[in-house]
């Protein structure tokens, strides 16, 4: 049934039949020093100070099943939580919302192919058209920018922009609509995942089909500065990232469909070789989003693919904040 938790042993991919759910909030924003929730105006850090981040549980990790594929999405590569209970997602021809228990709480049309899926803290919910080459808003059906290419991974931060990745270029769409290219080249091929980390003044970004994490420094007037290779995952195809409240790295490897962890230190560089904390996922998967909202754990990534399933990680430590309506 929808909402309905399965545990999956992370060694053996077996089922242990318990079940699972956790509530818990998340809030927007960071600029400077912290996310700032455009909604209300105010400025915070990520809170750190009840967190232990060199005791982090390490992997492998449990896998619990919370919608099997095709039970509530299908077709959806990526989803989004609202930060109000609900998390969205592509469903055939619509993106649909649904609650912790899998109801459908509202349904928008939504024909063709999309790959990224995130909420802006003003309540839009974009979706990355990359067949069209367009970033569209979903709720009002309304195009944000056009000529993007394959546009694939979509990042909006607290301060209006939004960081796209396109296959090969990493660009931003800057409240004013204009675009801007941060990353060309060969340290932009097969760019995918994308997720901006304010703290550090780094954006980063993975190289789909070399299986690499690459971070390019952004100044504080936007620029874009250095390019470093940040971890490197021989075979893995890499998609999408998430980050910590302790500035580690979550990333994704659709090829696989496993989840990797990068420890990272102060300047975002990788402390040690990145660890597998889920070496298979019952179904194929592509993005992994921290909890946020009543019924679901902020504690826990939740990671969906294509086939609709989506999996709850529980990984001890919550996400760093991010944009919710």
């Given amino acids: 049934m929808p909402g309905s938790s399965t545990t999956v042993d992370p060694d053996t991919g077996s089922d242990s039949g318990s079940d699972s759910g956790g509530t818990s909030s998340g809030d927007g924003g960071t600029t400077d ?10 400025e915070g850090d990520t809170d750190t100070g009840a967190i232990d981040c060199s005791m982090i549980p390490p992997g492998p990790l449990a896998v619990q099943m919370v919608f099997a594929p095709g039970e509530v999405f299908d077709g959806s590569e990526d989803i989004a939580f609202d930060g109000q209970g609900n998390m969205a997602g592509k469903d055939g021809g619509e993106i649909v919302l649904v609650d912790a228990s899998g109801t459908n709480v509202e349904a928008w049309t939504d024909t063709g192919g999309t790959y990224g899926l995130r909420y802006r803290a003003s309540g839009e919910l974009l979706a990355a058209k990359y067949m069209a080459g367009d970033l569209r808003s979903v709720i009002d059906g309304t195009t944000v920018a056009s000529g993007l290419g394959g546009v694939n991974g979509v990042y909006p931060d607290a301060d209006g922009n939004v960081w796209l990745t396109n296959f090969s270029t990493v660009r931003r769409l800057n409240p004013d609509d204009s675009l801007d290219d941060i990353v060309t080249g060969g340290d932009a091929a097969a760019a995918n995942g994308v997720i901006l980390d304010p703290d550090r003044g780094l954006l980063f970004f993975t190289n789909y089909s070399q299986g690499l994490v690459r971070s390019v420094v952004i100044g504080d007037d936007g620029s874009p500065g250095a390019v470093s290779m940040v971890a490197s995952i021989p075979g893995a ?23 990797h962890r990068v420890l990272l230190d102060e300047a ?10 889920v070496e298979q996922f019952p179904s194929n998967v592509a993005n992994a989003v921290f909890g946020s909202g009543e019924g679901w754990d902020e504690m826990s990534l939740y990671v969906a693919g294509v086939p609709g399933g989506v999996y709850q990680v529980e990984v001890g430590i919550p996400g760093a904040p991010y944009p919710t309506p």
């Fill in 237 to 259: 195809a890499l998609d999408g990232l998430s980050l910590d409240a302790c500035g580690n790295i979550y990333v994704v490897d659709q090829s696989g469909s496993a989840l």
């Fill in 33 to 42: 020093t912290g996310m700032v929730d455009e909604s209300s105006g105010t």
């Fill in 268 to 277: 975002g560089a990788a402390i040690g070789v990145p660890e597998t904390l």
